[in-house]
């Protein structure tokens, strides 16, 4: 990236986060996130999706550094050589998923998600949904846990924990993948154009009641879930050289 002359360091709530946004901003100066230049996160993986979702406005790029649990998203912390690193940055651009959710009382809720968008059961019983891709329906009854639709970026996230494959950050390919699926039993889910618009149906959603989840926004109750890639939002997200998302969904794979 270009030189990075004014830097903004955002920090969770961590103390050990706090403290490093302290000590980075007296050694390197701290400006607001709309004159700079590139915006620090510090923090875990959760704090660099709500930095990302928050200055999603704002033309420059986000460059995180671990001060939390969960990394992916992260590059390793260190105070030295701060401005060479990120001037040597390797940029990756992602497009968030395009929520609307639909709940019983006819409520809408539209969000936005970087990582996944995902229907989850919300009571005892299992949840049974009916699955439409751009308008067709592809599957009349899927009875499960849950299932999620998935962008490259959040591939190793969610997906990944419920057996979704990792998609190579340049795919233009989303997954939606269930999570314990009865019938058809074991169904793994599919991999679909990053174009398709996926449409969720809650079927008996009184009796079977399910939330749907945009990254970290809820929704209860709903009764239609509607998903696609919304290309009007770009993420710029900055990786060290040599561990940029592209290296780490391969390295996944193979540990």
Not at 7 to 19: M, Q, T
Not at 155 to 175: C, E, F, Q, R
């Amino acid at each position: 990236m270009p030189a990075a002359r004014n830097i903004c360091f955002l920090a969770s709530d961590a103390p050990i986060a706090a403290e490093a946004q302290a000590r980075l901003a007296a050694r390197f100066g701290h400006y607001p996130p709309e004159e700079a230049d590139v915006i620090v996160a510090l923090g875990g993986d959760g704090f660099m999706l709500s930095t990302l979702h928050g200055t999603q406005e704002i033309e420059a790029p986000v460059y995180g550094m671990n001060r939390g649990t969960v990394g992916f998203l992260m590059n390793e912390y260190s105070e030295d050589g701060l401005i060479d690193r990120l001037e040597a940055a390797e940029e990756a651009v992602i497009n968030p998923l395009h929520m609307i959710a639909t709940q019983r009382d006819g409520t809408v809720t539209e969000a936005l998600a970087i990582n996944e968008v995902s229907l989850l059961r919300a009571g005892p019983q299992a949840a049974q949904l009916r699955i439409f891709v751009d308008g067709r329906m592809r599957m009349a009854e899927l009875v499960c846990d849950g299932a999620l639709v998935a962008t490259p970026a959040g591939s190793t996230a969610y997906n990944y924990s419920a057996h979704g494959p990792i998609l190579p950050i340049g795919a233009d390919v989303l997954t939606l993948t269930a999570m314990a699926a009865f019938r058809p039993r074991r169904w793994r889910g599919a991999l679909l154009p990053k174009d398709a618009v996926v449409r969720f149906d809650v079927i008996n959603a009184e009796k079977r009641p399910v939330r749907a989840d945009a990254d970290s926004r809820s929704v209860e109750d709903v009764v239609s879930v509607e998903i696609r890639s919304e290309p009007s939002v770009a993420h710029r997200i900055l990786f060290d050289p040599g561990h940029g998302l592209e290296e780490r969904l391969i390295s996944e794979q193979f540990t």
